[in-house]
């Protein structure tokens, strides 16, 4: 049989599938497929996880995960497990999304990948599909990926295995509802390849548009994306700054340079950071000797918290023994996620401090409560801009708390009459 | 009489309008407040322009410009001069339109601006309005501008005269129908002073959104704006070369990266400058002591045209004496201006090299004629995406030039058959 017969068996969805990595980018995947009629294999080392999800119980929060988590359960198309054997033996097509962190000295950590690609090994890749769903330094596939497998198996790429690079760009907390709107970028080692990923994603959404490019080209275009916004989060945080060094309010100036403005869509300052964000610059940067944009703002960006920490020193004195309540912890607004959150880079500077923290977030079960972060706290900054929280500026007011630091700029100064008012960008 | 008295003077229409400076931003203000009712003296220190634009001619390219300085001109209500003692005297509301250039070593040079604010002294300023329009650094109008009038009038700002900064941020070549359509920011220095210029702008257009805020406010405003583009453009550059070094096309990468995709806006790439972006950005950064966003990307933008010309000497060697055509000299596409034009510093680093350089620009009749610059031509570069270039195609592959340089990407590299194609941000 050839390689292009799996065009026809993915379009037709019979094709088995197998997803390497139940986490916030395999999970929601898995059970879309497999509510698109596939036959759904996922596999995760995490046994807790993993029968977890075998309950129906989603394992973290993704807006109508649960509910799409049971339809494919009970539809006996989807079934998570710890052991990748049958799953990888069985699959036409298999879907890698397992991360490649970034760790000190910007080194890229291919561990995770690299047993990853042993696991597809063992079950046989003669006639399968491989899709890297990860965000990938530009060139793995081609220097890595494929040289690993082609050398491991004696096999031959786009004759005796499809391979392509298919970036996930759905945002945290959207997943469901984007794996069914957003565009796909298919970066295939050739045409087969793109074939045979483009029917797959089509038996999702008849109508989601497919981008076709090279593997490079789609390492790229995920960066590129990401890479776009991180910039501008930093930009408007460059803007927050200066503001604050002409005793201005940068929120108020930055809503009347967009106002009506159709060249101007310039984003609120605040924390930027997260799992995506604050490392994909630097997985593009890490090949360029010198400044780039790119790690200009992820300076700006890294220095935030502990500019806001100064900010704050300077107005109260020393921070040591203060009690000070951070309420929200995720790396952004209406999630439970806390990798690489500049919350979570706050709070370490705190305690470094020797300040006493309390932090809450209600999206986090293993914080304090608000009804504590709020007991005599003598200083509390709002962190993250979660919906929940723009309603608290009466109960933090009352609290008896010298002063509340806004982050995200989501309170009224003039709601505060107890209490003195600060806002990152705001230097008056 | 109050200051106050002048709203409703305005609002009537029966204000007296000066505007100091008839270059892009002030010969289009006071034609357009002209044809809105009020009686507009326009004041240059160029006699060539003024007796043109009293002619009914327009100085320089702006789409409608010419038709609607006729209109105001028959009307009876607008005159230009070079004599500016009558017109100030006269004025109820006066407006700078005047340059503030960025010298060497990031110094402003303020002398246009204190030469205006003299002439504006000389008429008296007592009851009347100062309106802004220039580009300024934070802090100009309350730093500079209010102590001279305050001092060498013995006036007060706000009480016996008004004064707001007002900024510009129409398109050069959409001036006209952008004055009717934008939002006007108005920050003044008190409300009478908001209130004057708010009755002014809205006999323009009573549908105009008007946006208060303070002076530093506007100021700011006006560079956040400029910078947002400027480094996005400045980010697209980057992605240029990124996808150079991978062997990539950055258009079809950014193409891909934007399709459909409602966070991701990348501009293409190519080349960034003119008498705003180019130094808006060093405006402001020249009070921060470190690297900034706006430093990179001015400095990534800056090294464009030597990039470009490096890239160009790789490809073909040495390009003492050889002939060269540059197709574009404006800052950008569609209009005459060439001031901080990065075309004009690449046409100027290739003469540097020695090169024999003929310059074509549709748009400045000062320049070589077309089929003078496709006369044996041994490299062509177009360096301004002019839409008059697009059909060039054919053209320049038969000029039998060795080499096409496509700064912008307005070609289809399979367009030419016997010249070879390079691409800025293209590596392959």
Avoid at 373 to 392: C, M, W, Y
């Amino acid at each position: 049989m050839p390689l292009s017969d799996l065009i026809e068996k993915v379009r037709s969805g019979r094709a088995a599938v197998c997803v390497l990595g139940l986490g916030r980018i395999g999970l929601p995947l898995a059970v879309v497929l497999a509510n698109s009629g596939f036959s759904v294999v996922g596999i995760d080392i995490d046994r807790e996880r993993v029968s977890k999800v075998n309950e129906g119980k989603a394992p973290f929060r993704e807006e109508g995960l649960e509910a799409a988590l049971r339809d494919a359960i009970s539809s006996g198309r989807f079934k998570a497990t710890t052991d990748s054997r049958d799953g990888v033996a069985l699959a036409d097509v298999i879907l890698l999304t397992i991360g490649t962190p970034l760790a000190f000295q910007l080194f890229t950590d291919y561990s995770q990948l690299h047993a990853a690609l042993e696991e597809v090994l063992s079950g046989g890749i003669y006639m399968k599909a491989i899709g890297l769903k990860s965000t990938l330094f530009p060139g793995t596939i081609e220097n890595i990926v494929i040289p690993y497998l082609e050398g491991k198996s004696g096999l031959r790429a786009g004759v005796d295995f499809a391979i392509a690079m298919i970036p996930e760009r759905i945002l945290e907390g959207k997943a469901i509802e984007e794996l069914y709107s957003l565009p796909e970028i298919v970066g295939g080692i050739n045409e087969t390849s793109n074939a045979i990923f483009a029917e797959l994603f089509k038996r999702i959404n008849p109508g989601k548009a497919i981008l076709y490019t090279s593997p490079k080209g789609a390492e790229l275009a995920k960066l590129f994306t990401n890479i776009y916004r991180y910039v501008n989060f930093a930009l408007a945080n460059e803007f927050a700054i200066w503001s604050e060094m002409y005793g201005e309010d940068a929120h108020e100036i930055i809503e009347v340079a967009n106002y009506g403005y159709p060249r101007s869509r310039i984003p609120r300052p605040g924390l930027a950071g997260g799992p995506c964000l604050g490392k994909d610059g630097l997985l593009l940067d890490n090949n360029t000797t010198f400044s780039s944009i790119v790690s200009t703002a992820w300076k700006l960006n890294e220095a935030v918290p502990q500019y806001i920490v100064e900010s704050i020193r300077r107005r109260v004195g020393r921070l040591y023994g203060k009690r000070i309540s951070v309420l929200g912890l995720a790396f952004k607004a209406g999630i439970d996620d806390t990798r690489l959150s500049p919350s979570a880079k706050l709070v370490g500077i705190l305690k470094g401090y020797g300040a006493r923290v309390i932090v809450h977030d209600p999206y986090l079960a293993n914080t304090s409560a608000l009804d504590e972060a709020l007991r005599d706290p003598e200083i509390v900054i709002v962190s993250v801009n979660h919906p929940e929280f723009g309603k608290l500026a009466r109960r933090i007011d009352e609290s008896g708390c010298g002063l509340v630091y806004d982050v995200w700029g989501i309170f009224d100064p003039a709601d505060f009459k107890r209490t003195s008012y600060m806002r990152f960008g705001r230097g008056r």
